[in-house]
């Protein structure tokens, strides 16, 4: 398929991922080739005046399809999904979302001939039984959290669909995801990226896990490359197709607040560990993604340093103009 032809549908492009992952593939693709859709939510006008939108409910088969049909979509990223602290609170919703959305996406890819999606999992689907530190691709897979039930029968979903009805589906196990752009909706790793927000704005932040919580991360620009790098990759080479497990940095909550102090030496940073605490404990330190970069060329291009430089500048140029979002 060349890229001309491709007509792209982003679910979740009002969230942290959709969002920045829209406005790329826009840039790749022509405007008018990605159809940015969402729930509810309102679109910032940058998402909704450069191209296409619409609101859909993937949990509701119909809406979905009548997209489709609409724009002829051959490629689906479908990054709407309820993370990990929400779906402790609402496992239902959580369920309904996630496993439902997921089929509902995938039996509509089967019925419109799409050429491909992209389903991301997450380090969520691990639990307290997998091996904590480098985690390997094949491990156990026994998550306490619904949002981590549903990325495991998401990721065992997508292989049943490759085999049994030949369908592209790919998807990699995202760790905490930083960015500067959309705030995150819901999720453990969330203080990542509230505590750059925070240190600029008040200079403190009181953190909701301990001090020592290590988990796998990543800056968005690696995220991004990582989904695009994986949808062009060939599929007939991969082993491997929606459980990728994918990584950056690994750094605890305290060894990120002291990388903004070296740029904000008064940033003081508190923890105070609610609920999420045990979600954070029953995910990795660091996970081992040997099959990303030997199936299809993964490599990160940041690590901490370099993303807290990079996050500080384009929060602090934002807060100067009076326009930090929070
Ligand atoms: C969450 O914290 O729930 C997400 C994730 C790691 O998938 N950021």
């Not at 960015?179 to 453990?188: I, Q």
Request: charged share 25%; hydrophobic share 35%.
């Amino acid at each position: 398929m060349t890229e001309e032809m491709k007509k792209i549908m982003v679910t979740g492009s009002v969230g942290q991922i959709g969002s920045e992952l829209t406005m790329l593939l826009r840039k790749k693709y022509g405007n008018d080739n990605v159809i940015a859709t969402g729930h509810r939510t309102q679109p910032k006008p940058e998402l909704k005046d450069s191209g296409p939108f619409e609101f859909i409910n993937v949990a509701k088969k119909e809406t979905i399809e009548e997209v489709v049909k609409k724009y002829d979509i051959d490629t689906v990223y479908h990054m709407s999904a309820i993370l990990s602290a929400v779906g402790e609170k609402n496992p239902h919703l959580c369920w309904d979302v996630n496993m439902n959305g997921t089929k509902n996406l995938m039996d509509i890819a089967i019925e419109y001939e799409m050429g491909q999606i992209f389903i991301p999992s997450s380090i969520a689907a691990f639990g307290p039984e997998t091996p904590i530190d480098n985690t390997p691709q094949e491990t156990v897979l026994k998550p306490r959290t619904m949002y981590g039930v549903t990325k495991v029968a998401g990721e065992l979903l997508c292989d049943y669909y490759v085999r049994r009805f030949g369908l592209d589906v790919r998807g990699c196990r995202y760790p905490g995801i930083i960015s500067n752009e959309t705030l995150p909706g819901g999720g453990t790793t969330d203080y990542a990226v509230a505590i750059y927000y925070e240190a600029v704005k008040n200079k403190k932040y009181t953190c909701f896990v301990r001090e020592d919580t290590r988990l796998p991360m990543m800056y968005m620009p690696d995220c991004l490359k990582a989904t695009i790098d994986l949808m062009e990759a060939d599929f007939s080479k991969l082993k491997h197709y929606s459980d990728f497990n994918v990584t950056a940095m690994s750094f605890s909550a305290g060894e990120l607040a002291d990388s903004i102090k070296k740029h904000i030496p008064e940033f003081g940073c508190t923890f105070e560990p609610d609920f999420r605490q045990e979600i954070a404990d029953s995910w990795p330190n660091s996970i081992d993604d040997t099959a990303a970069r030997e199936e299809w060329g993964w490599e990160p291009d940041y690590d901490l340093e370099a993303m807290t430089k990079d996050m500080l500048d384009a929060l602090s140029k934002r807060h100067a103009e009076g326009n930090l979002g929070i």
